[in-house]
C-alpha cells in the first residue's frame, strides 16, 4: 500500500494543459507566441550555456535591474519566479494556507484555483458578468485574496484601470493579485497596468514572458509588489527556482522592444481575422484584449472540425466554460489553416429556431 495524500487533495483535478497540434502553426491551444522569439534571446541562451555547470544568480538580479529601470520600482519590489505561475503558489502558501479564503471568477485562471486547493484554503468564486469579472460582487467578499485576471483568461476581457483601481479601494480583501499575463496585447497596455497601485500594498502584479516575449518554454515570469511581500515570498521560495538560461533570455527579451512590438501588432491584427472568420462562419467571439478569442458554440463539433483541419485549440470545458472554445492568435500559416477548417461547409453550425 502506497501513502496516502492529505485529505483535501483528493478530490483534486490535475491541470490539463493544452494538445500540440501536427504541425506548429496548428497549436493554438495554449496562448503561446506564434512568432518563435527574438534572435537576440536564441543568442543570449546559447552564451549562456556555456555557464549551465554553475547555479543561477539566486534572485536573478540582472532581470530585477532591467525591470525596475522599465516599471520605475525599485529591485526589492520584484521577484522573479519559474514563470508567473510559481508567484501564485507563493502566494498561496503565505496568504491562504491552512484554511484561507480566496475570491476569484468563475471562470478562474485555473492556477489560481489549484493552488487555493493545494494549501487547504477556502475559495468563493464569483460568475462573470457579460464575460467580465463582476467586481462589485467580488469587492463584498471577505477574503485574503482577490485575484484579479486582467485581461481575463480565458475570455479575454478586461476591466479598466479606474474599475481595477476602485476594486483595490473598496474591495475587501487583504490582498488584491492582479495577473498581467496579457497586458501587452491591450489597446493601451501603459494605461491599463495596475503597477501604480501596488505602492500602499494592497495590490501586486504578476507578469509573464510566456506571451508576448515567447519564452514559454523556459519558465520565467514575475511579481511587482510592496517590499514585505517579496521580503515574505522570498523565505518560502525555493533558491535557484529560476534558471540560468532562463534569466539570460528574459534580460535579452526585455531589451528587444522592436521584436515585443512585432510580437503584439501580429497579434492585434491577426486577432481580427480570427473574429471575423469566426463570426462569418456563424459563431460568436467573445470581444477579446487578449492573443486568444473565446468562441461560444458547439464545444465538440468546434474541437472536431478544427482538428481535421490541423488546428488544435482548448477546449471550453476544460476552462470551466463549456459551450466554448479558445482559439490563440495564429501565425499567418495558422489563419490559413482556421480559414479552411471554419469554411468547411458539411460543418456549417445548425441554425437555431427561435421563436
Ligand atoms: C492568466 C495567466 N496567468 C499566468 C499564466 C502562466 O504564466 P507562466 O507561463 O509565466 O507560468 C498564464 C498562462 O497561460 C495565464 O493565462
Known amino acids: 500500500m502506497t501513502i496516502t495524500s492529505r485529505p483535501w487533495l483528493e478530490q483534486l483535478q490535475p491541470y490539463r494543459p493544452g494538445r500540440h497540434a501536427p504541425l506548429a502553426d496548428g ?32 534572485l536573478a538580479d540582472p532581470v530585477r535591474d532591467e525591470l525596475a529601470r522599465l516599471h520605475g520600482v525599485d529591485a526589492d ?3 522573479v519566479g519559474n514563470g508567473s505561475d510559481e508567484l501564485i503558489y507563493l502566494l498561496a502558501m503565505a496568504y491562504l494556507a491552512q484554511g484561507g479564503h480566496a475570491v ?14 493545494v494549501v487547504n484554503a477556502n475559495l468563493t468564486r464569483v460568475p462573470l458578468k ?8 467580488m469587492a463584498e467578499v471577505p477574503a485574503d485574496i482577490a485575484y484579479v485576471v486582467n485581461p481575463h483568461n480565458p475570455t479575454g476581457t478586461v476591466r479598466d484601470p479606474a474599475e481595477i483601481r476602485g ?20 489597446d493601451d497596455p501603459e494605461a491599463m497596468t495596475a503597477i501604480p497601485l501596488v505602492r500602499d ?8 514572458f510566456s506571451k508576448v516575449h515567447g519564452l ?27 534558471g540560468m538560461l532562463s534569466q539570460a533570455a528574459a534580460v535579452a527579451a526585455l531589451r528587444d522592444t522592436a521584436y515585443r512590438e512585432q510580437v503584439r501588432a501580429h497579434t492585434l491584427r491577426l486577432r481580427e481575422h480570427v473574429v471575423r472568420l469566426v463570426e462569418a462562419a456563424g459563431y460568436q467571439a467573445v470581444p477579446s484584449q487578449a ?29 470551466g466554460v463549456p459551450g466554448t472554445v479558445r482559439i490563440s492568435v495564429p501565425s499567418e500559416r495558422g489563419l490559413e489553416l482556421l480559414a479552411a477548417a471554419l469554411a468547411d461547409a458539411d460543418h456549417r453550425p445548425t441554425p437555431v429556431d427561435t421563436p
Open 291 to 319: 492573443n486568444f478569442v473565446l468562441v461560444v458554440g458547439d464545444e465538440a463539433e468546434l474541437m472536431d472540425r478544427l482538428a481535421r483541419h490541423g488546428v488544435s485549440v482548448r477546449p471550453g470545458s476544460a476552462l
Open 104 to 117: 476569484c471568477a468563475d471562470p478562474a485562471y485555473r492556477i489560481d484555483e489549484i493552488s487555493t486547493y
Open 77 to 79: 519590489q520584484i521577484l
Open 130 to 137: 457579460e464575460w467580465a469579472h463582476d467586481l462589485d460582487t
Open 27 to 58: 497549436s493554438m491551444a495554449s496562448n503561446e507566441s506564434p512568432l518563435g522569439t527574438s534572435p537576440a534571446v536564441v543568442e543570449a541562451v546559447t552564451r549562456a550555456a556555456h555557464g549551465v555547470h554553475r547555479y543561477p544568480d539566486p
Open 167 to 186: 476594486f483595490v479601494e473598496r474591495s475587501r480583501a487583504r490582498l488584491v493579485v492582479v495577473d498581467e499575463a496579457y497586458i501587452d496585447f491591450t
Open 216 to 242: 514559454a518554454g523556459l519558465r520565467i515570469g514575475y511579481l511587482v509588489g510592496d517590499r514585505d511581500i517579496i521580503a515574505t515570498l522570498r523565505k518560502i521560495r525555493a533558491p535557484f527556482s529560476v
Open 201 to 208: 500594498g494592497r495590490a501586486v502584479v504578476l507578469r509573464t
